[in-house]
């Protein structure tokens, strides 16, 4: 078999960890990131990025510390490098750098890709509702505000999480909302002026923040992350698929992990198809 074409359906921090995930453990893999959106456009930018156990009710606790721990380490250890400053920021030019091909494209249904790609990876968020009909998916949504504030130098957040400051290399982070099965990426005046002022009741010196931009993100909500595979099939031709969506409100804090589990997926539905083509040859 020539080299396994592999293709990534989405730009978010899943979608670009698990592309290159599949690098590291698939180095003769040929992978392509296909997506709609990139940043600053998707859910994942919107984020604090903040590092925090979520739970998904569905999902064996020791899986979920797995995940986690994961994160967490790959995450340490970059932030005691000495790219630390400038992590997250190039993750796209570091996968082009990588050989991953880089391309927009809305995917209306998995199945167009099989002509193309031998396997087909799905990290495409709340998107999933959509393209594979997932109706335990739903959104939660989260407005926040990304403020020039650069003496804030430490996070607060209130007893519930939905108040919060978070600083960041750049901008500080202020939260927020969240609003089941609310599905609108418009940014909401009162909510802006409510969370402003919860924020300046924490931490008054926020009066003097600058340049302030608004942020809405819908997080990919289910009971458990999906992270499976799937064999599509269709008159006879079947198409691998992997999925890896549903992260919620951790995305983040998980992303690595589930990212290294995609990625072995992956290596399995390739290990299938290498056996099924050299007993075609027999
Ligand atoms: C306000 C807010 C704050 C948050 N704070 C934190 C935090 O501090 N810590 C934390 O761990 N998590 C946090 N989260 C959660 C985290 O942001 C999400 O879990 C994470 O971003 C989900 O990443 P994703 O890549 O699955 O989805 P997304 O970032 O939404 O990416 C999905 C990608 O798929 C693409 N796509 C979708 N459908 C299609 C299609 N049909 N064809 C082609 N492309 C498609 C999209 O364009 C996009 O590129 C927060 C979320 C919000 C909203």
Redesign the pocket.
């Known amino acids: 078999m020539a080299a396994p074409k592999v293709a990534v359906?989405?730009?978010?921090?899943?979608?670009l960890s698990t592309a290159l995930c599949i690098t590291e453990t698939c180095p003769s893999c040929s992978v392509t990131v296909?997506?709609?959106?990139?940043s600053p456009n998707?859910?994942?930018d919107?984020?604090?990025?903040?590092?925090?156990p979520?739970t998904y009710p569905g999902t064996p606790i020791h899986v979920q510390k797995q995940w986690f721990k994961e994160t967490f380490t790959y995450l340490f250890a970059i932030s005691n490098s000495a790219e630390a400053s400038e992590a997250g920021v190039h993750l796209v030019s570091g996968l082009k750098a990588t050989g991953v091909q880089i391309y927009t494209?809305?995917?209306?249904d998995l199945w167009e890709l099989h002509s193309e790609y031998n396997v087909v990876v799905n990290?495409?968020?709340?998107?999933a509702r959509?393209?594979v009909g997932d109706e335990k998916l739903f959104p939660v949504r989260?407005?926040?505000l990304k403020v020039h504030a650069p003496w804030v130098k430490n996070f607060i957040r209130d007893g519930d999480g939905l108040t919060y400051i978070f600083p960041g290399i750049h901008r500080v982070t202020l939260?927020?909302t969240r609003e089941k099965n609310n599905w609108s990426l418009a940014p909401d005046p009162g909510t802006t002026k409510d969370i402003f002022d919860r924020c300046c009741s924490l931490e008054p010196s926020l009066q003097g923040a600058q340049d302030i931009k608004v942020?809405v993100?819908?997080?990919?909500s289910r009971q458990h992350v999906t992270l499976q595979r799937e064999v599509l099939s269709q008159g006879g031709v079947k198409l691998p698929v992997v999925h890896n969506?549903g992260?919620?409100?951790?995305?983040?804090?998980v992303h690595r992990g589930t990212a290294k589990e995609a990625a072995r997926l992956v290596g399995e539905c390739i290990a299938a198809l290498q056996g099924s083509s050299s007993r075609a040859k027999l």
Do not use: E, M, N, W
């Not at 990290?123 to 998107?127: E, S």
């Not at 992260?247 to 804090?253: E, L, N, Q």
């Open positions: 359906v989405g730009a978010g921090v899943v979608g296909l997506s709609d959106q990139f998707t859910t994942s919107a984020a604090a990025g903040i590092l925090i979520h494209r809305k995917v209306a990290c495409t968020g709340i998107g959509q393209l989260g407005q926040v939260g927020g942020k993100g819908l997080r990919p969506y992260h919620g409100a951790g995305g983040f804090s």
